[in-house]
């Protein structure tokens, strides 16, 4: 493996990485095959690392130069894969979009590489594969985020100024987000990502929602709700915890009265609902 590692290190150095818009598909799939496939089984991940870094296949930590250059090719690289399999069966992988509310985390590159892993396997084995991430920039995580970080007084400043803020904020954390996911090796659709505060993609959210009330989906009633005081705003049931408190519960027998004339009366005698409560 060592010996087949060295000569395709050997045959990259006939790529010039500088030249890297002339590539062919060939070409890339070679490279990539060649540095990120070969040299996992039972070869030294440091010193696959270090040649690699030595023959510009990779980029060095704090190159600048070297790191545009690799997503400019990651770009490129997907750009030609959709080409190769062009008119080919579709293969869609919706991309669950992440909060732009912070720096990655180990979550968000186990979720991207997987996703990554997915549509490359698909892309190989034949299909067309178009992979356009996206990130989700409403709601609390954003509100909380930047009032934490950027120590900001939301209540004391006019709604379309702290949206604004918010507007902002999101798309910092879109750019340093996207530049992680990038040097992770994530092949995507970076020049077209979508946004849900894009004016174009809350059009789309009111078309749906105005064909979901012309079907007769959409009504107004009345639903009790968990409030949280400190966020001021409503939660969903998966986000309470409750926490073991001790203390007498009580089942309660409740005759049954209008059985709309579906029991005999001795059914109807003998039959309650219970309740349970604390």
Not at 25 to 40: A, F, G
Not at 165 to 180: K, N
Request: with cysteine; glycine share 6%; net charge neutral.
């Amino acid at each position: 493996v060592k010996d087949k590692l060295r000569t395709a290190i050997e045959d990259s150095k006939k790529l010039d990485p500088v030249k890297a818009g002339s590539y062919t598909l060939e070409q890339w799939l070679k490279l990539w095959y060649s540095v990120y496939v070969e040299p996992q089984v039972r070869y030294s991940t440091k010193e696959f690392y270090h040649n690699a870094i030595d023959h510009h296949i990779i980029p060095k930590l704090g190159s600048v130069k070297l790191e545009k250059l690799t997503m400019l090719q990651i770009q490129q690289f997907y750009n030609e894969l959709l080409k190769k399999n062009e008119g080919k069966p579709l293969f869609a992988l919706h991309d669950g979009p992440p909060f732009s509310n912070g720096a990655l985390h180990m979550g968000h590159a186990l979720n991207k590489c997987l996703k990554d892993f997915m549509v490359r396997s698909a892309a190989m084995r034949g299909y067309y594969t178009p992979y356009i991430p996206g990130w989700d920039n409403h709601g609390m995580p954003i509100e909380s985020a930047i009032i934490k970080q950027n120590k900001l007084n939301h209540k004391a400043m006019p709604i379309p100024e702290f949206r604004s803020a918010c507007h902002d904020f999101a798309q910092h954390y879109i750019d340093v987000q996207m530049e992680g996911f990038k040097r992770l090796g994530v092949v995507a659709d970076w020049e077209h990502p979508y946004k849900t505060m894009a004016p174009s993609f809350e059009a789309e959210e009111v078309k749906v929602f105005g064909a979901m009330y012309k079907k007769g989906y959409i009504y107004k009633g009345l639903k009790p709700v968990y409030w949280c005081y400190h966020d001021e705003t409503a939660l969903a049931e998966a986000e309470i915890e409750y926490q073991d408190d001790p203390c007498t519960t009580v089942y309660v027998k409740f005759p049954l009265h209008d059985d709309q004339g579906k029991l005999t009366d001795e059914e109807k005698k003998n039959l309650s609902f219970v309740i349970w409560t604390t």
